[in-house]
């Protein structure tokens, strides 16, 4: 493969809205698709499964919760494409309804691959984005639903002009560690592990697009988008789209043409931008 041909990875893609993706990208993508996914094995069932319907994308291991196989990846993608073109953060987890952890523990671990696991994969492979290249992080419209339930001190600080990515980081650091000790209602935070998680993905979004702003490499977009209710194991199948329908607005933003001025450090649902919360 030529070291300069361009090249699109979404992450959690074996199934759902990333398989999804990646079908779509395969369709309208002009560079090769990797998938990736936890599992060395399902990801090859899905890559079996893509391939009879007549598309290659290419499959390799990543763990959002394992930085060495973060590692593994970049060095995938250096050796054989000197570059990225589109990156998907689609990889996510929640808790279901019923389950009977601690809210300690489901924040903790959904903070943990929502947010830092999604940071980890952005910390590692931004220095291989190219110009243009297109960053889509998979947020989720429970990020408005919890912050518009978190106090106007905290709405305050998820507004600040001078959000940064350190700033968003403390702010996921304080959320945990006030679950922990049982403060974080007095705190400020709303009872929902998964929404907090996608707040925290939702601000990151609009501190990277500040960060490339400012970048010597032109026209690098981020934005963060809420897929909707989508019929996927994480809705426990009640979401009432498809995962192409959940898909598209995925594949649109990691498509923008070449130096477009909109939409640029966004959050998008339905290929429109929201304000957010």
């Known amino acids: 493969m030529s070291a ?17 993706i990646v079908r779509g990208l395969c369709k309208q993508f002009d560079g090769d698709v990797i998938l990736t996914g936890r599992s060395e094995s399902r990801g090859q069932e899905a ?9 290659k994308p290419l499959f390799h291991q990543l763990d959002l919760d394992d930085v ?8 995938f993608l250096q050796t054989t494409y000197s570059g990225l073109d ?4 689609n990889a996510g987890i929640a808790f279901k309804m019923a389950a ?18 999604t940071l980890n994969v952005c910390k590692k492979l931004f220095p291989l984005l190219r110009p243009h290249a297109r960053v889509v992080n998979v947020s989720s419209g429970a990020s408005n639903m919890a912050a518009k339930k978190c106090s106007s001190a905290l709405n305050a ?23 922990k000790d049982g403060t974080f209602q007095k705190k400020g935070w709303c009872e929902s592990a998964y929404g907090c998680s996608k707040i925290g993905v939702t601000l990151l979004s609009f501190a990277q697009q500040k960060e490339f702003d400012n970048d010597s490499r032109p026209d690098i977009i981020v934005n963060a988008c809420c897929p909707g209710y989508v019929d996927t194991d994480m809705s426990s199948h009640k979401g009432t789209r498809t995962i192409d329908e959940g898909a598209d ?8 043409p070449e130096n477009a001025s909109s939409p640029k450090g966004k959050f998008l649902r339905d290929r429109k931008v929201l304000s957010w919360p």
């Open 47 to 55: 890559i079996k499964q893509l391939n009879g319907e007549g598309l």
């Open 68 to 75: 060495a196989s973060i590692d593994r990846l970049k060095t």
């Open 100 to 117: 009977t952890e601690p809210f300690a523990v489901q924040a903790e671990i959904t903070v943990a691959t929502n947010f830092w696991g």
């Open 4 to 20: 300069s041909k361009r090249v699109a990875v979404v992450t959690g893609a074996n199934k759902g809205i990333g398989y999804a």
């Open 157 to 179: 600080k998820f507004l600040t002009p001078d959000l940064d990515v350190a700033k968003v980081e403390q702010m996921m650091t304080e959320f945990v560690n006030s679950a």
């Open 249 to 256: 607005t995925p594949i649109y933003l990691s498509l923008l």
């Open 86 to 89: 589109i990156l998907v953060n």
